[in-house]
């Protein structure tokens, strides 16, 4: 089954749950994991089964990365706010790195995200 991680910045958090609810029927069809604040939000805003890793800037990111350097990944949607500085950038910064590493599919805005997991339904 297709593994997706969906990651928003606390900003980006509402843009993801409007896009989750969306896409809510072809989300279901995949594994999804979050980081913890917003695995928590999307819970309280849809009906996704979602598993909740620690909260970003306690390592989530890192959390996310580490599945995809063991290739337990396909792809990420991470909504990221570009225009504030975030405390935890190094780890962003490294799941970023990793993805690139290792090919795996990132959406970092709705319009890639919407290409991501439509892409893998076919």
């Given at each position: 089954m297709t593994?997706?991680?969906?990651?928003?910045?606390?900003?980006?958090?509402?843009?993801?749950?409007?896009?989750?609810?969306?896409?809510?029927?072809?989300?279901?069809?995949?594994?999804?994991?979050?980081?913890?604040?917003?695995?928590?939000?999307?819970?309280?805003?849809?009906?996704?089964?979602?598993?909740?890793?620690?909260?970003?800037?306690?390592?989530?990111?890192?959390?996310?990365?580490?599945?995809?350097?063991?290739?337990?990944?396909?792809?990420?949607?991470?909504?990221?706010?570009?225009?504030?500085?975030?405390?935890?950038?190094?780890?962003?910064?490294?799941?970023?790195?990793?993805?690139?590493?290792?090919?795996?599919?990132?959406?970092?805005?709705?319009?890639?995200?919407?290409?991501?997991?439509?892409?893998?339904?076919?």
């Amino acid at each position: 089954m297709t593994r997706i991680a969906l990651i928003a910045h606390d900003e980006k958090k509402p843009d993801l749950i409007e896009f989750a609810r969306t896409h809510e029927r072809q989300l279901r069809e995949y594994e999804l994991v979050a980081t913890g604040t917003t695995g928590k939000r999307l819970l309280e805003g849809t009906d996704l089964e979602i598993e909740r890793k620690e909260s970003g800037p306690l390592g989530g990111d890192l959390m996310i990365g580490a599945e995809v350097a063991a290739g337990a990944l396909d792809g990420i949607v991470f909504l990221r706010d570009p225009l504030r500085a975030q405390p935890h950038e190094p780890d962003i910064s490294a799941l970023l790195r990793i993805c690139d590493v290792h090919d795996t599919a990132l959406a970092t805005n709705l319009a890639s995200a919407t290409f991501l997991i439509e892409g893998f339904a076919e």
